[in-house]
T-cell receptor, first 115, second 114 residues
Framework: QKEVEQNSGPLSVPEGAIASLNCTYS??????FFWYRQYSGKSPELIMS????GDKEDGRFTAQLNKASQYVSLLIRDSQPSDSATYLC???????????????FGQGTTLQVKP | SAVISQKPSRDICQRGTSLTIQCQVD?????MFWYRQQPGQSLTLIAT?????????ESGFVIDKFPISRPNLTFSTLTVSNMSPEDSSIYLC???????????FGAGTRLSVL
């Protein structure tokens, strides 16, 4: 069973703090990892993609991947109230022999940034 | 990223009826997917819409309940058949293309079944 696990939260941080969101996955052959942000009543929007071990930074967002430990995290620096949303971790499932393109989503972590 | 148009954006339907949701992309894409997001839950993949052939369904989803068409590389439909209140969800189409498996989502269809 391919699984992606996230703490559902809510994770509450004060404005200006660093928010740390974590995700673990069970499929060792997964190669592509994504963080989506979903505001209430809206569809998911891509924030970050990461494919190799280490850190990837984009503005206030940093994704971290550790394939040996099977976890991926998202750091949000200088958190703003507008960052309040549900953050979905998604992992690609390669399948038995080919790239299926399918994503498996975690349950999502609700982030609340308080002014 | 591609521009994805999904319609209807929302609908209220009666039990036992069917609803067809359309997904139109402004460019040709290799892969299209349909997801369901039940209230307060994450996304669950229903099926991969294959161009010119039958869709590939995930465990727990069947063609009789969720028939899917994909006549070309820019368009797909999902039908929710013989609806019950348990089908009340948000249905989302997504597209992926190129390297990296990045998927982009339509705005979703919010379905309520009475």
């Amino acid at each position: 069973q391919k699984e992606v696990e996230q703490n559902s939260g809510p994770l509450s941080v004060p404005e200006g703090a660093i928010a740390s969101l974590n995700c673990t996955y069970s499929d060792r052959v997964s190669q592509s990892f994504f963080w989506y942000r979903q505001y209430s009543g809206k569809s998911p929007e891509l924030i970050m993609s990461i494919y190799s071990n280490g850190d990837k930074e984009d503005g206030r967002f940093t994704a971290q991947l550790n394939k040996a430990s099977q976890y991926v995290s998202l750091l949000i620096r200088d958190s703003q109230p507008s960052d309040s949303a549900t953050y979905l971790c998604a992992v690609s499932w390669r399948g038995l022999s080919s790239n299926t393109g399918k994503l498996i989503f975690g349950q999502g972590t609700t982030l609340q940034v308080k002014p | 990223s591609a521009v994805i148009s999904q319609k209807p954006s929302r609908d209220i339907c009666q039990r036992g009826t069917s609803l067809t949701i359309q997904c139109q992309v402004d460019s040709q894409v290799t892969m299209m997917f349909w997801y369901r997001q039940q209230p307060g839950q994450s996304l669950t993949l229903i099926a991969t819409a294959n161009q010119g052939s039958e869709a590939t369904y995930e465990s727990g989803f069947v063609i009789d309940k969720f028939p899917i068409s994909r006549p070309n590389l820019t368009f797909s439909t999902l039908t929710v058949s013989n609806m019950s209140p348990e089908d009340s969800s948000i249905y989302l189409c997504s597209v992926a293309g190129g390297s990296g498996n990045i998927q982009y989502f339509g705005a979703g269809t919010r379905l309520s079944v009475l």
